[in-house]
């Protein structure tokens, strides 16, 4: 009951400050729910009564066991990267841009292809990311951009910018690619599991290098990627 109690105020700050600065959009039922159930398990009349019944306690019992298993994989394929990893091509998966101006999201990935780049000077990018709502550019273009000022030959750089979802962003970037090419994904470390699983459904093998995420918005990305998982695992 006590761990309620303090997820309460926590989880209450948290989707204010989500709501304020409009993140998780799509995410904030999810969030509301958890806000909810954390009210309620919080009186101890409700805790009591709930975990007495044991259909309840089993089914909360193995819902956390899940959930965390599938987070600790997610962490482990987001983690276990190496920029010394030689590849033919990189895969950089685009993120939102305001206006012409990269998210803090995307500007991660494409600070992280730029060391990639740098260090393997024969590696080719294939910059993956339409132009959504708000977009005055594509992020495939916005990534061009900021790769070439950081002084990465244009002649390296091919832009796919037509994709509008992570299943398009591989799909559409490997027919810029040679059949038998080694490829790596660079993408935030929350999304490499969920591509390298969109590719290998696609049939294509890839490596995965992450960039880091803001610590502040890690519980979002990380709690969205746990349904997106599961979405891939049965659709």
Do not use: C
Request: aromatic share 14%; charged share 20%; net charge positive.
């Amino acid at each position: 009951m006590w761990i309620f109690r303090i997820l309460l105020p926590i989880i209450a700050l948290y989707i204010i400050y989500l709501f304020t600065f409009r993140f998780a959009v799509g995410m904030m039922p999810v969030w509301l729910f958890l806000f909810g159930l954390s009210l309620l398990l919080s009186f101890e009349s409700i805790y009591v009564k709930m975990f007495q019944s044991a259909l309840f306690k089993n089914f909360f019992l193995f819902g956390l066991v899940l959930f965390l298993l599938i987070e600790v994989t997610i962490v482990y394929a987001g983690i276990r990267t190496d920029l010394k990893e030689d590849s033919d091509y990189i895969i950089v998966l685009g993120a939102s841009v305001r206006g012409e101006t990269m998210s803090l999201t995307l500007h991660r990935r494409a600070k992280k292809a730029y060391e990639y780049l740098a260090l393997h000077g024969d590696a080719k990018a294939v910059l993956s990311g339409g132009m959504g709502p708000g977009e005055d550019i594509s992020e495939a273009e916005a990534m061009r951009r900021y790769l070439v000022k950081k002084g990465i030959d244009e002649n390296r750089l091919i832009l796919e910018d037509k994709s509008t979802n992570t299943k398009e962003n591989i799909g559409f970037s490997y027919k810029f690619i040679e059949k038998e090419a080694d490829v790596i994904v660079i993408s935030s470390r929350f999304h490499i599991l969920r591509s390298q699983m969109i590719a290998k459904k696609q049939g294509k093998t890839m490596k995965g290098i992450g960039s880091g995420t803001l610590i502040y918005l890690a519980p979002n990305y990380y709690l969205r990627e746990f349904f997106g998982l599961f979405y891939e695992i049965f659709r």
